[in-house]
T-cell receptor, first 113, second 113 residues
């Protein structure tokens, strides 16, 4: 099993550009979520989904958009990149939400210039 | 509100010394608790988990953790630290109501030769 596949691993964007970070899991997990990791701030929840067609905002949703059209995929869209969105992004999936083991992608290191 | 707290942001230990990383939780019901390790530039890897039963749980890489309900703690321990243990460590809980993963702020471990 591939687990959670996150692409790309590295990306440089110019301010104002848009892009999509891809996240796919092959474990038939219902719950998927996106986090950003910044030095000294731990992991902050951006958006999450409890199943296909259902998404909700986390702590830091501004500037990001998500959709969940299938169980497997949960892409994160940056609508108009800003330098404040320079960060490392992680996607995670769990079988039934917060009470089961979470599996993480390898991360995307995004730099906005 | 449910929360997970790691009081120590940074810890330095000598190679071969014992290690204890602290984690405190604030929960109403039975907590589901996890410890993850993140090596530089990598994703998060599960070290161990606690759902119920034995309060001392064994994990990978020689780590163990003890759940103490009276102290609302789930501290991670290792008898003898190796240089390769230098990494960031995250304690994690989860909400059975919202499905959210609840992370501590992380503890960075530095190992002195």
């Amino acid at each position: 099993n591939a687990g959670v596949t996150q692409t790309p691993k590295f990306q440089v964007l110019k301010t104002g550009q848009s892009m999509t970070l891809q996240c796919a899991q092959d474990m038939n997990h219902e719950y998927m979520s996106w986090y950003r990791q910044d030095p000294g701030m731990g992991l902050r929840l951006i958006h999450y989904s409890v199943g296909a067609g259902i998404t909700d905002q986390g702590e830091v949703p501004n500037g990001y958009n998500v959709s969940r059209s299938t169980t497997e995929d949960f892409p994160l869209r940056l609508l108009s990149a800003a330098p404040s969105q320079t960060s490392v992004y992680f996607c995670a999936s769990t079988r039934i939400g917060g009470v089961t083991e979470a599996f993480f992608g390898q991360g995307t290191r995004l730099t906005v210039v | 509100a449910q929360s997970v707290t790691q009081p120590d942001i940074h810890i330095t230990v000598s190679e071969g010394a014992s290690l204890e990383l602290r984690c405190n939780y604030s929960y109403g019901a039975t907590p589901y608790l996890f410890w993850y390790v993140q090596s530089p530039g990598q994703g998060l890897q599960l070290l161990l988990k606690y759902f119920s039963g034995d309060t001392l749980v064994q994990g990978i890489k020689g780590f163990e953790a003890e759940f103490k309900r009276s102290q609302s703690s789930f501290n991670l321990r290792k008898p003898s630290v190796h240089w390769s243990d230098a990494a960031e460590y995250f304690c994690r809980g989860g909400s059975s109501n919202t499905g959210k993963l609840i992370f501590g702020q992380g503890t960075t471990l530095q190992v002195k030769p």
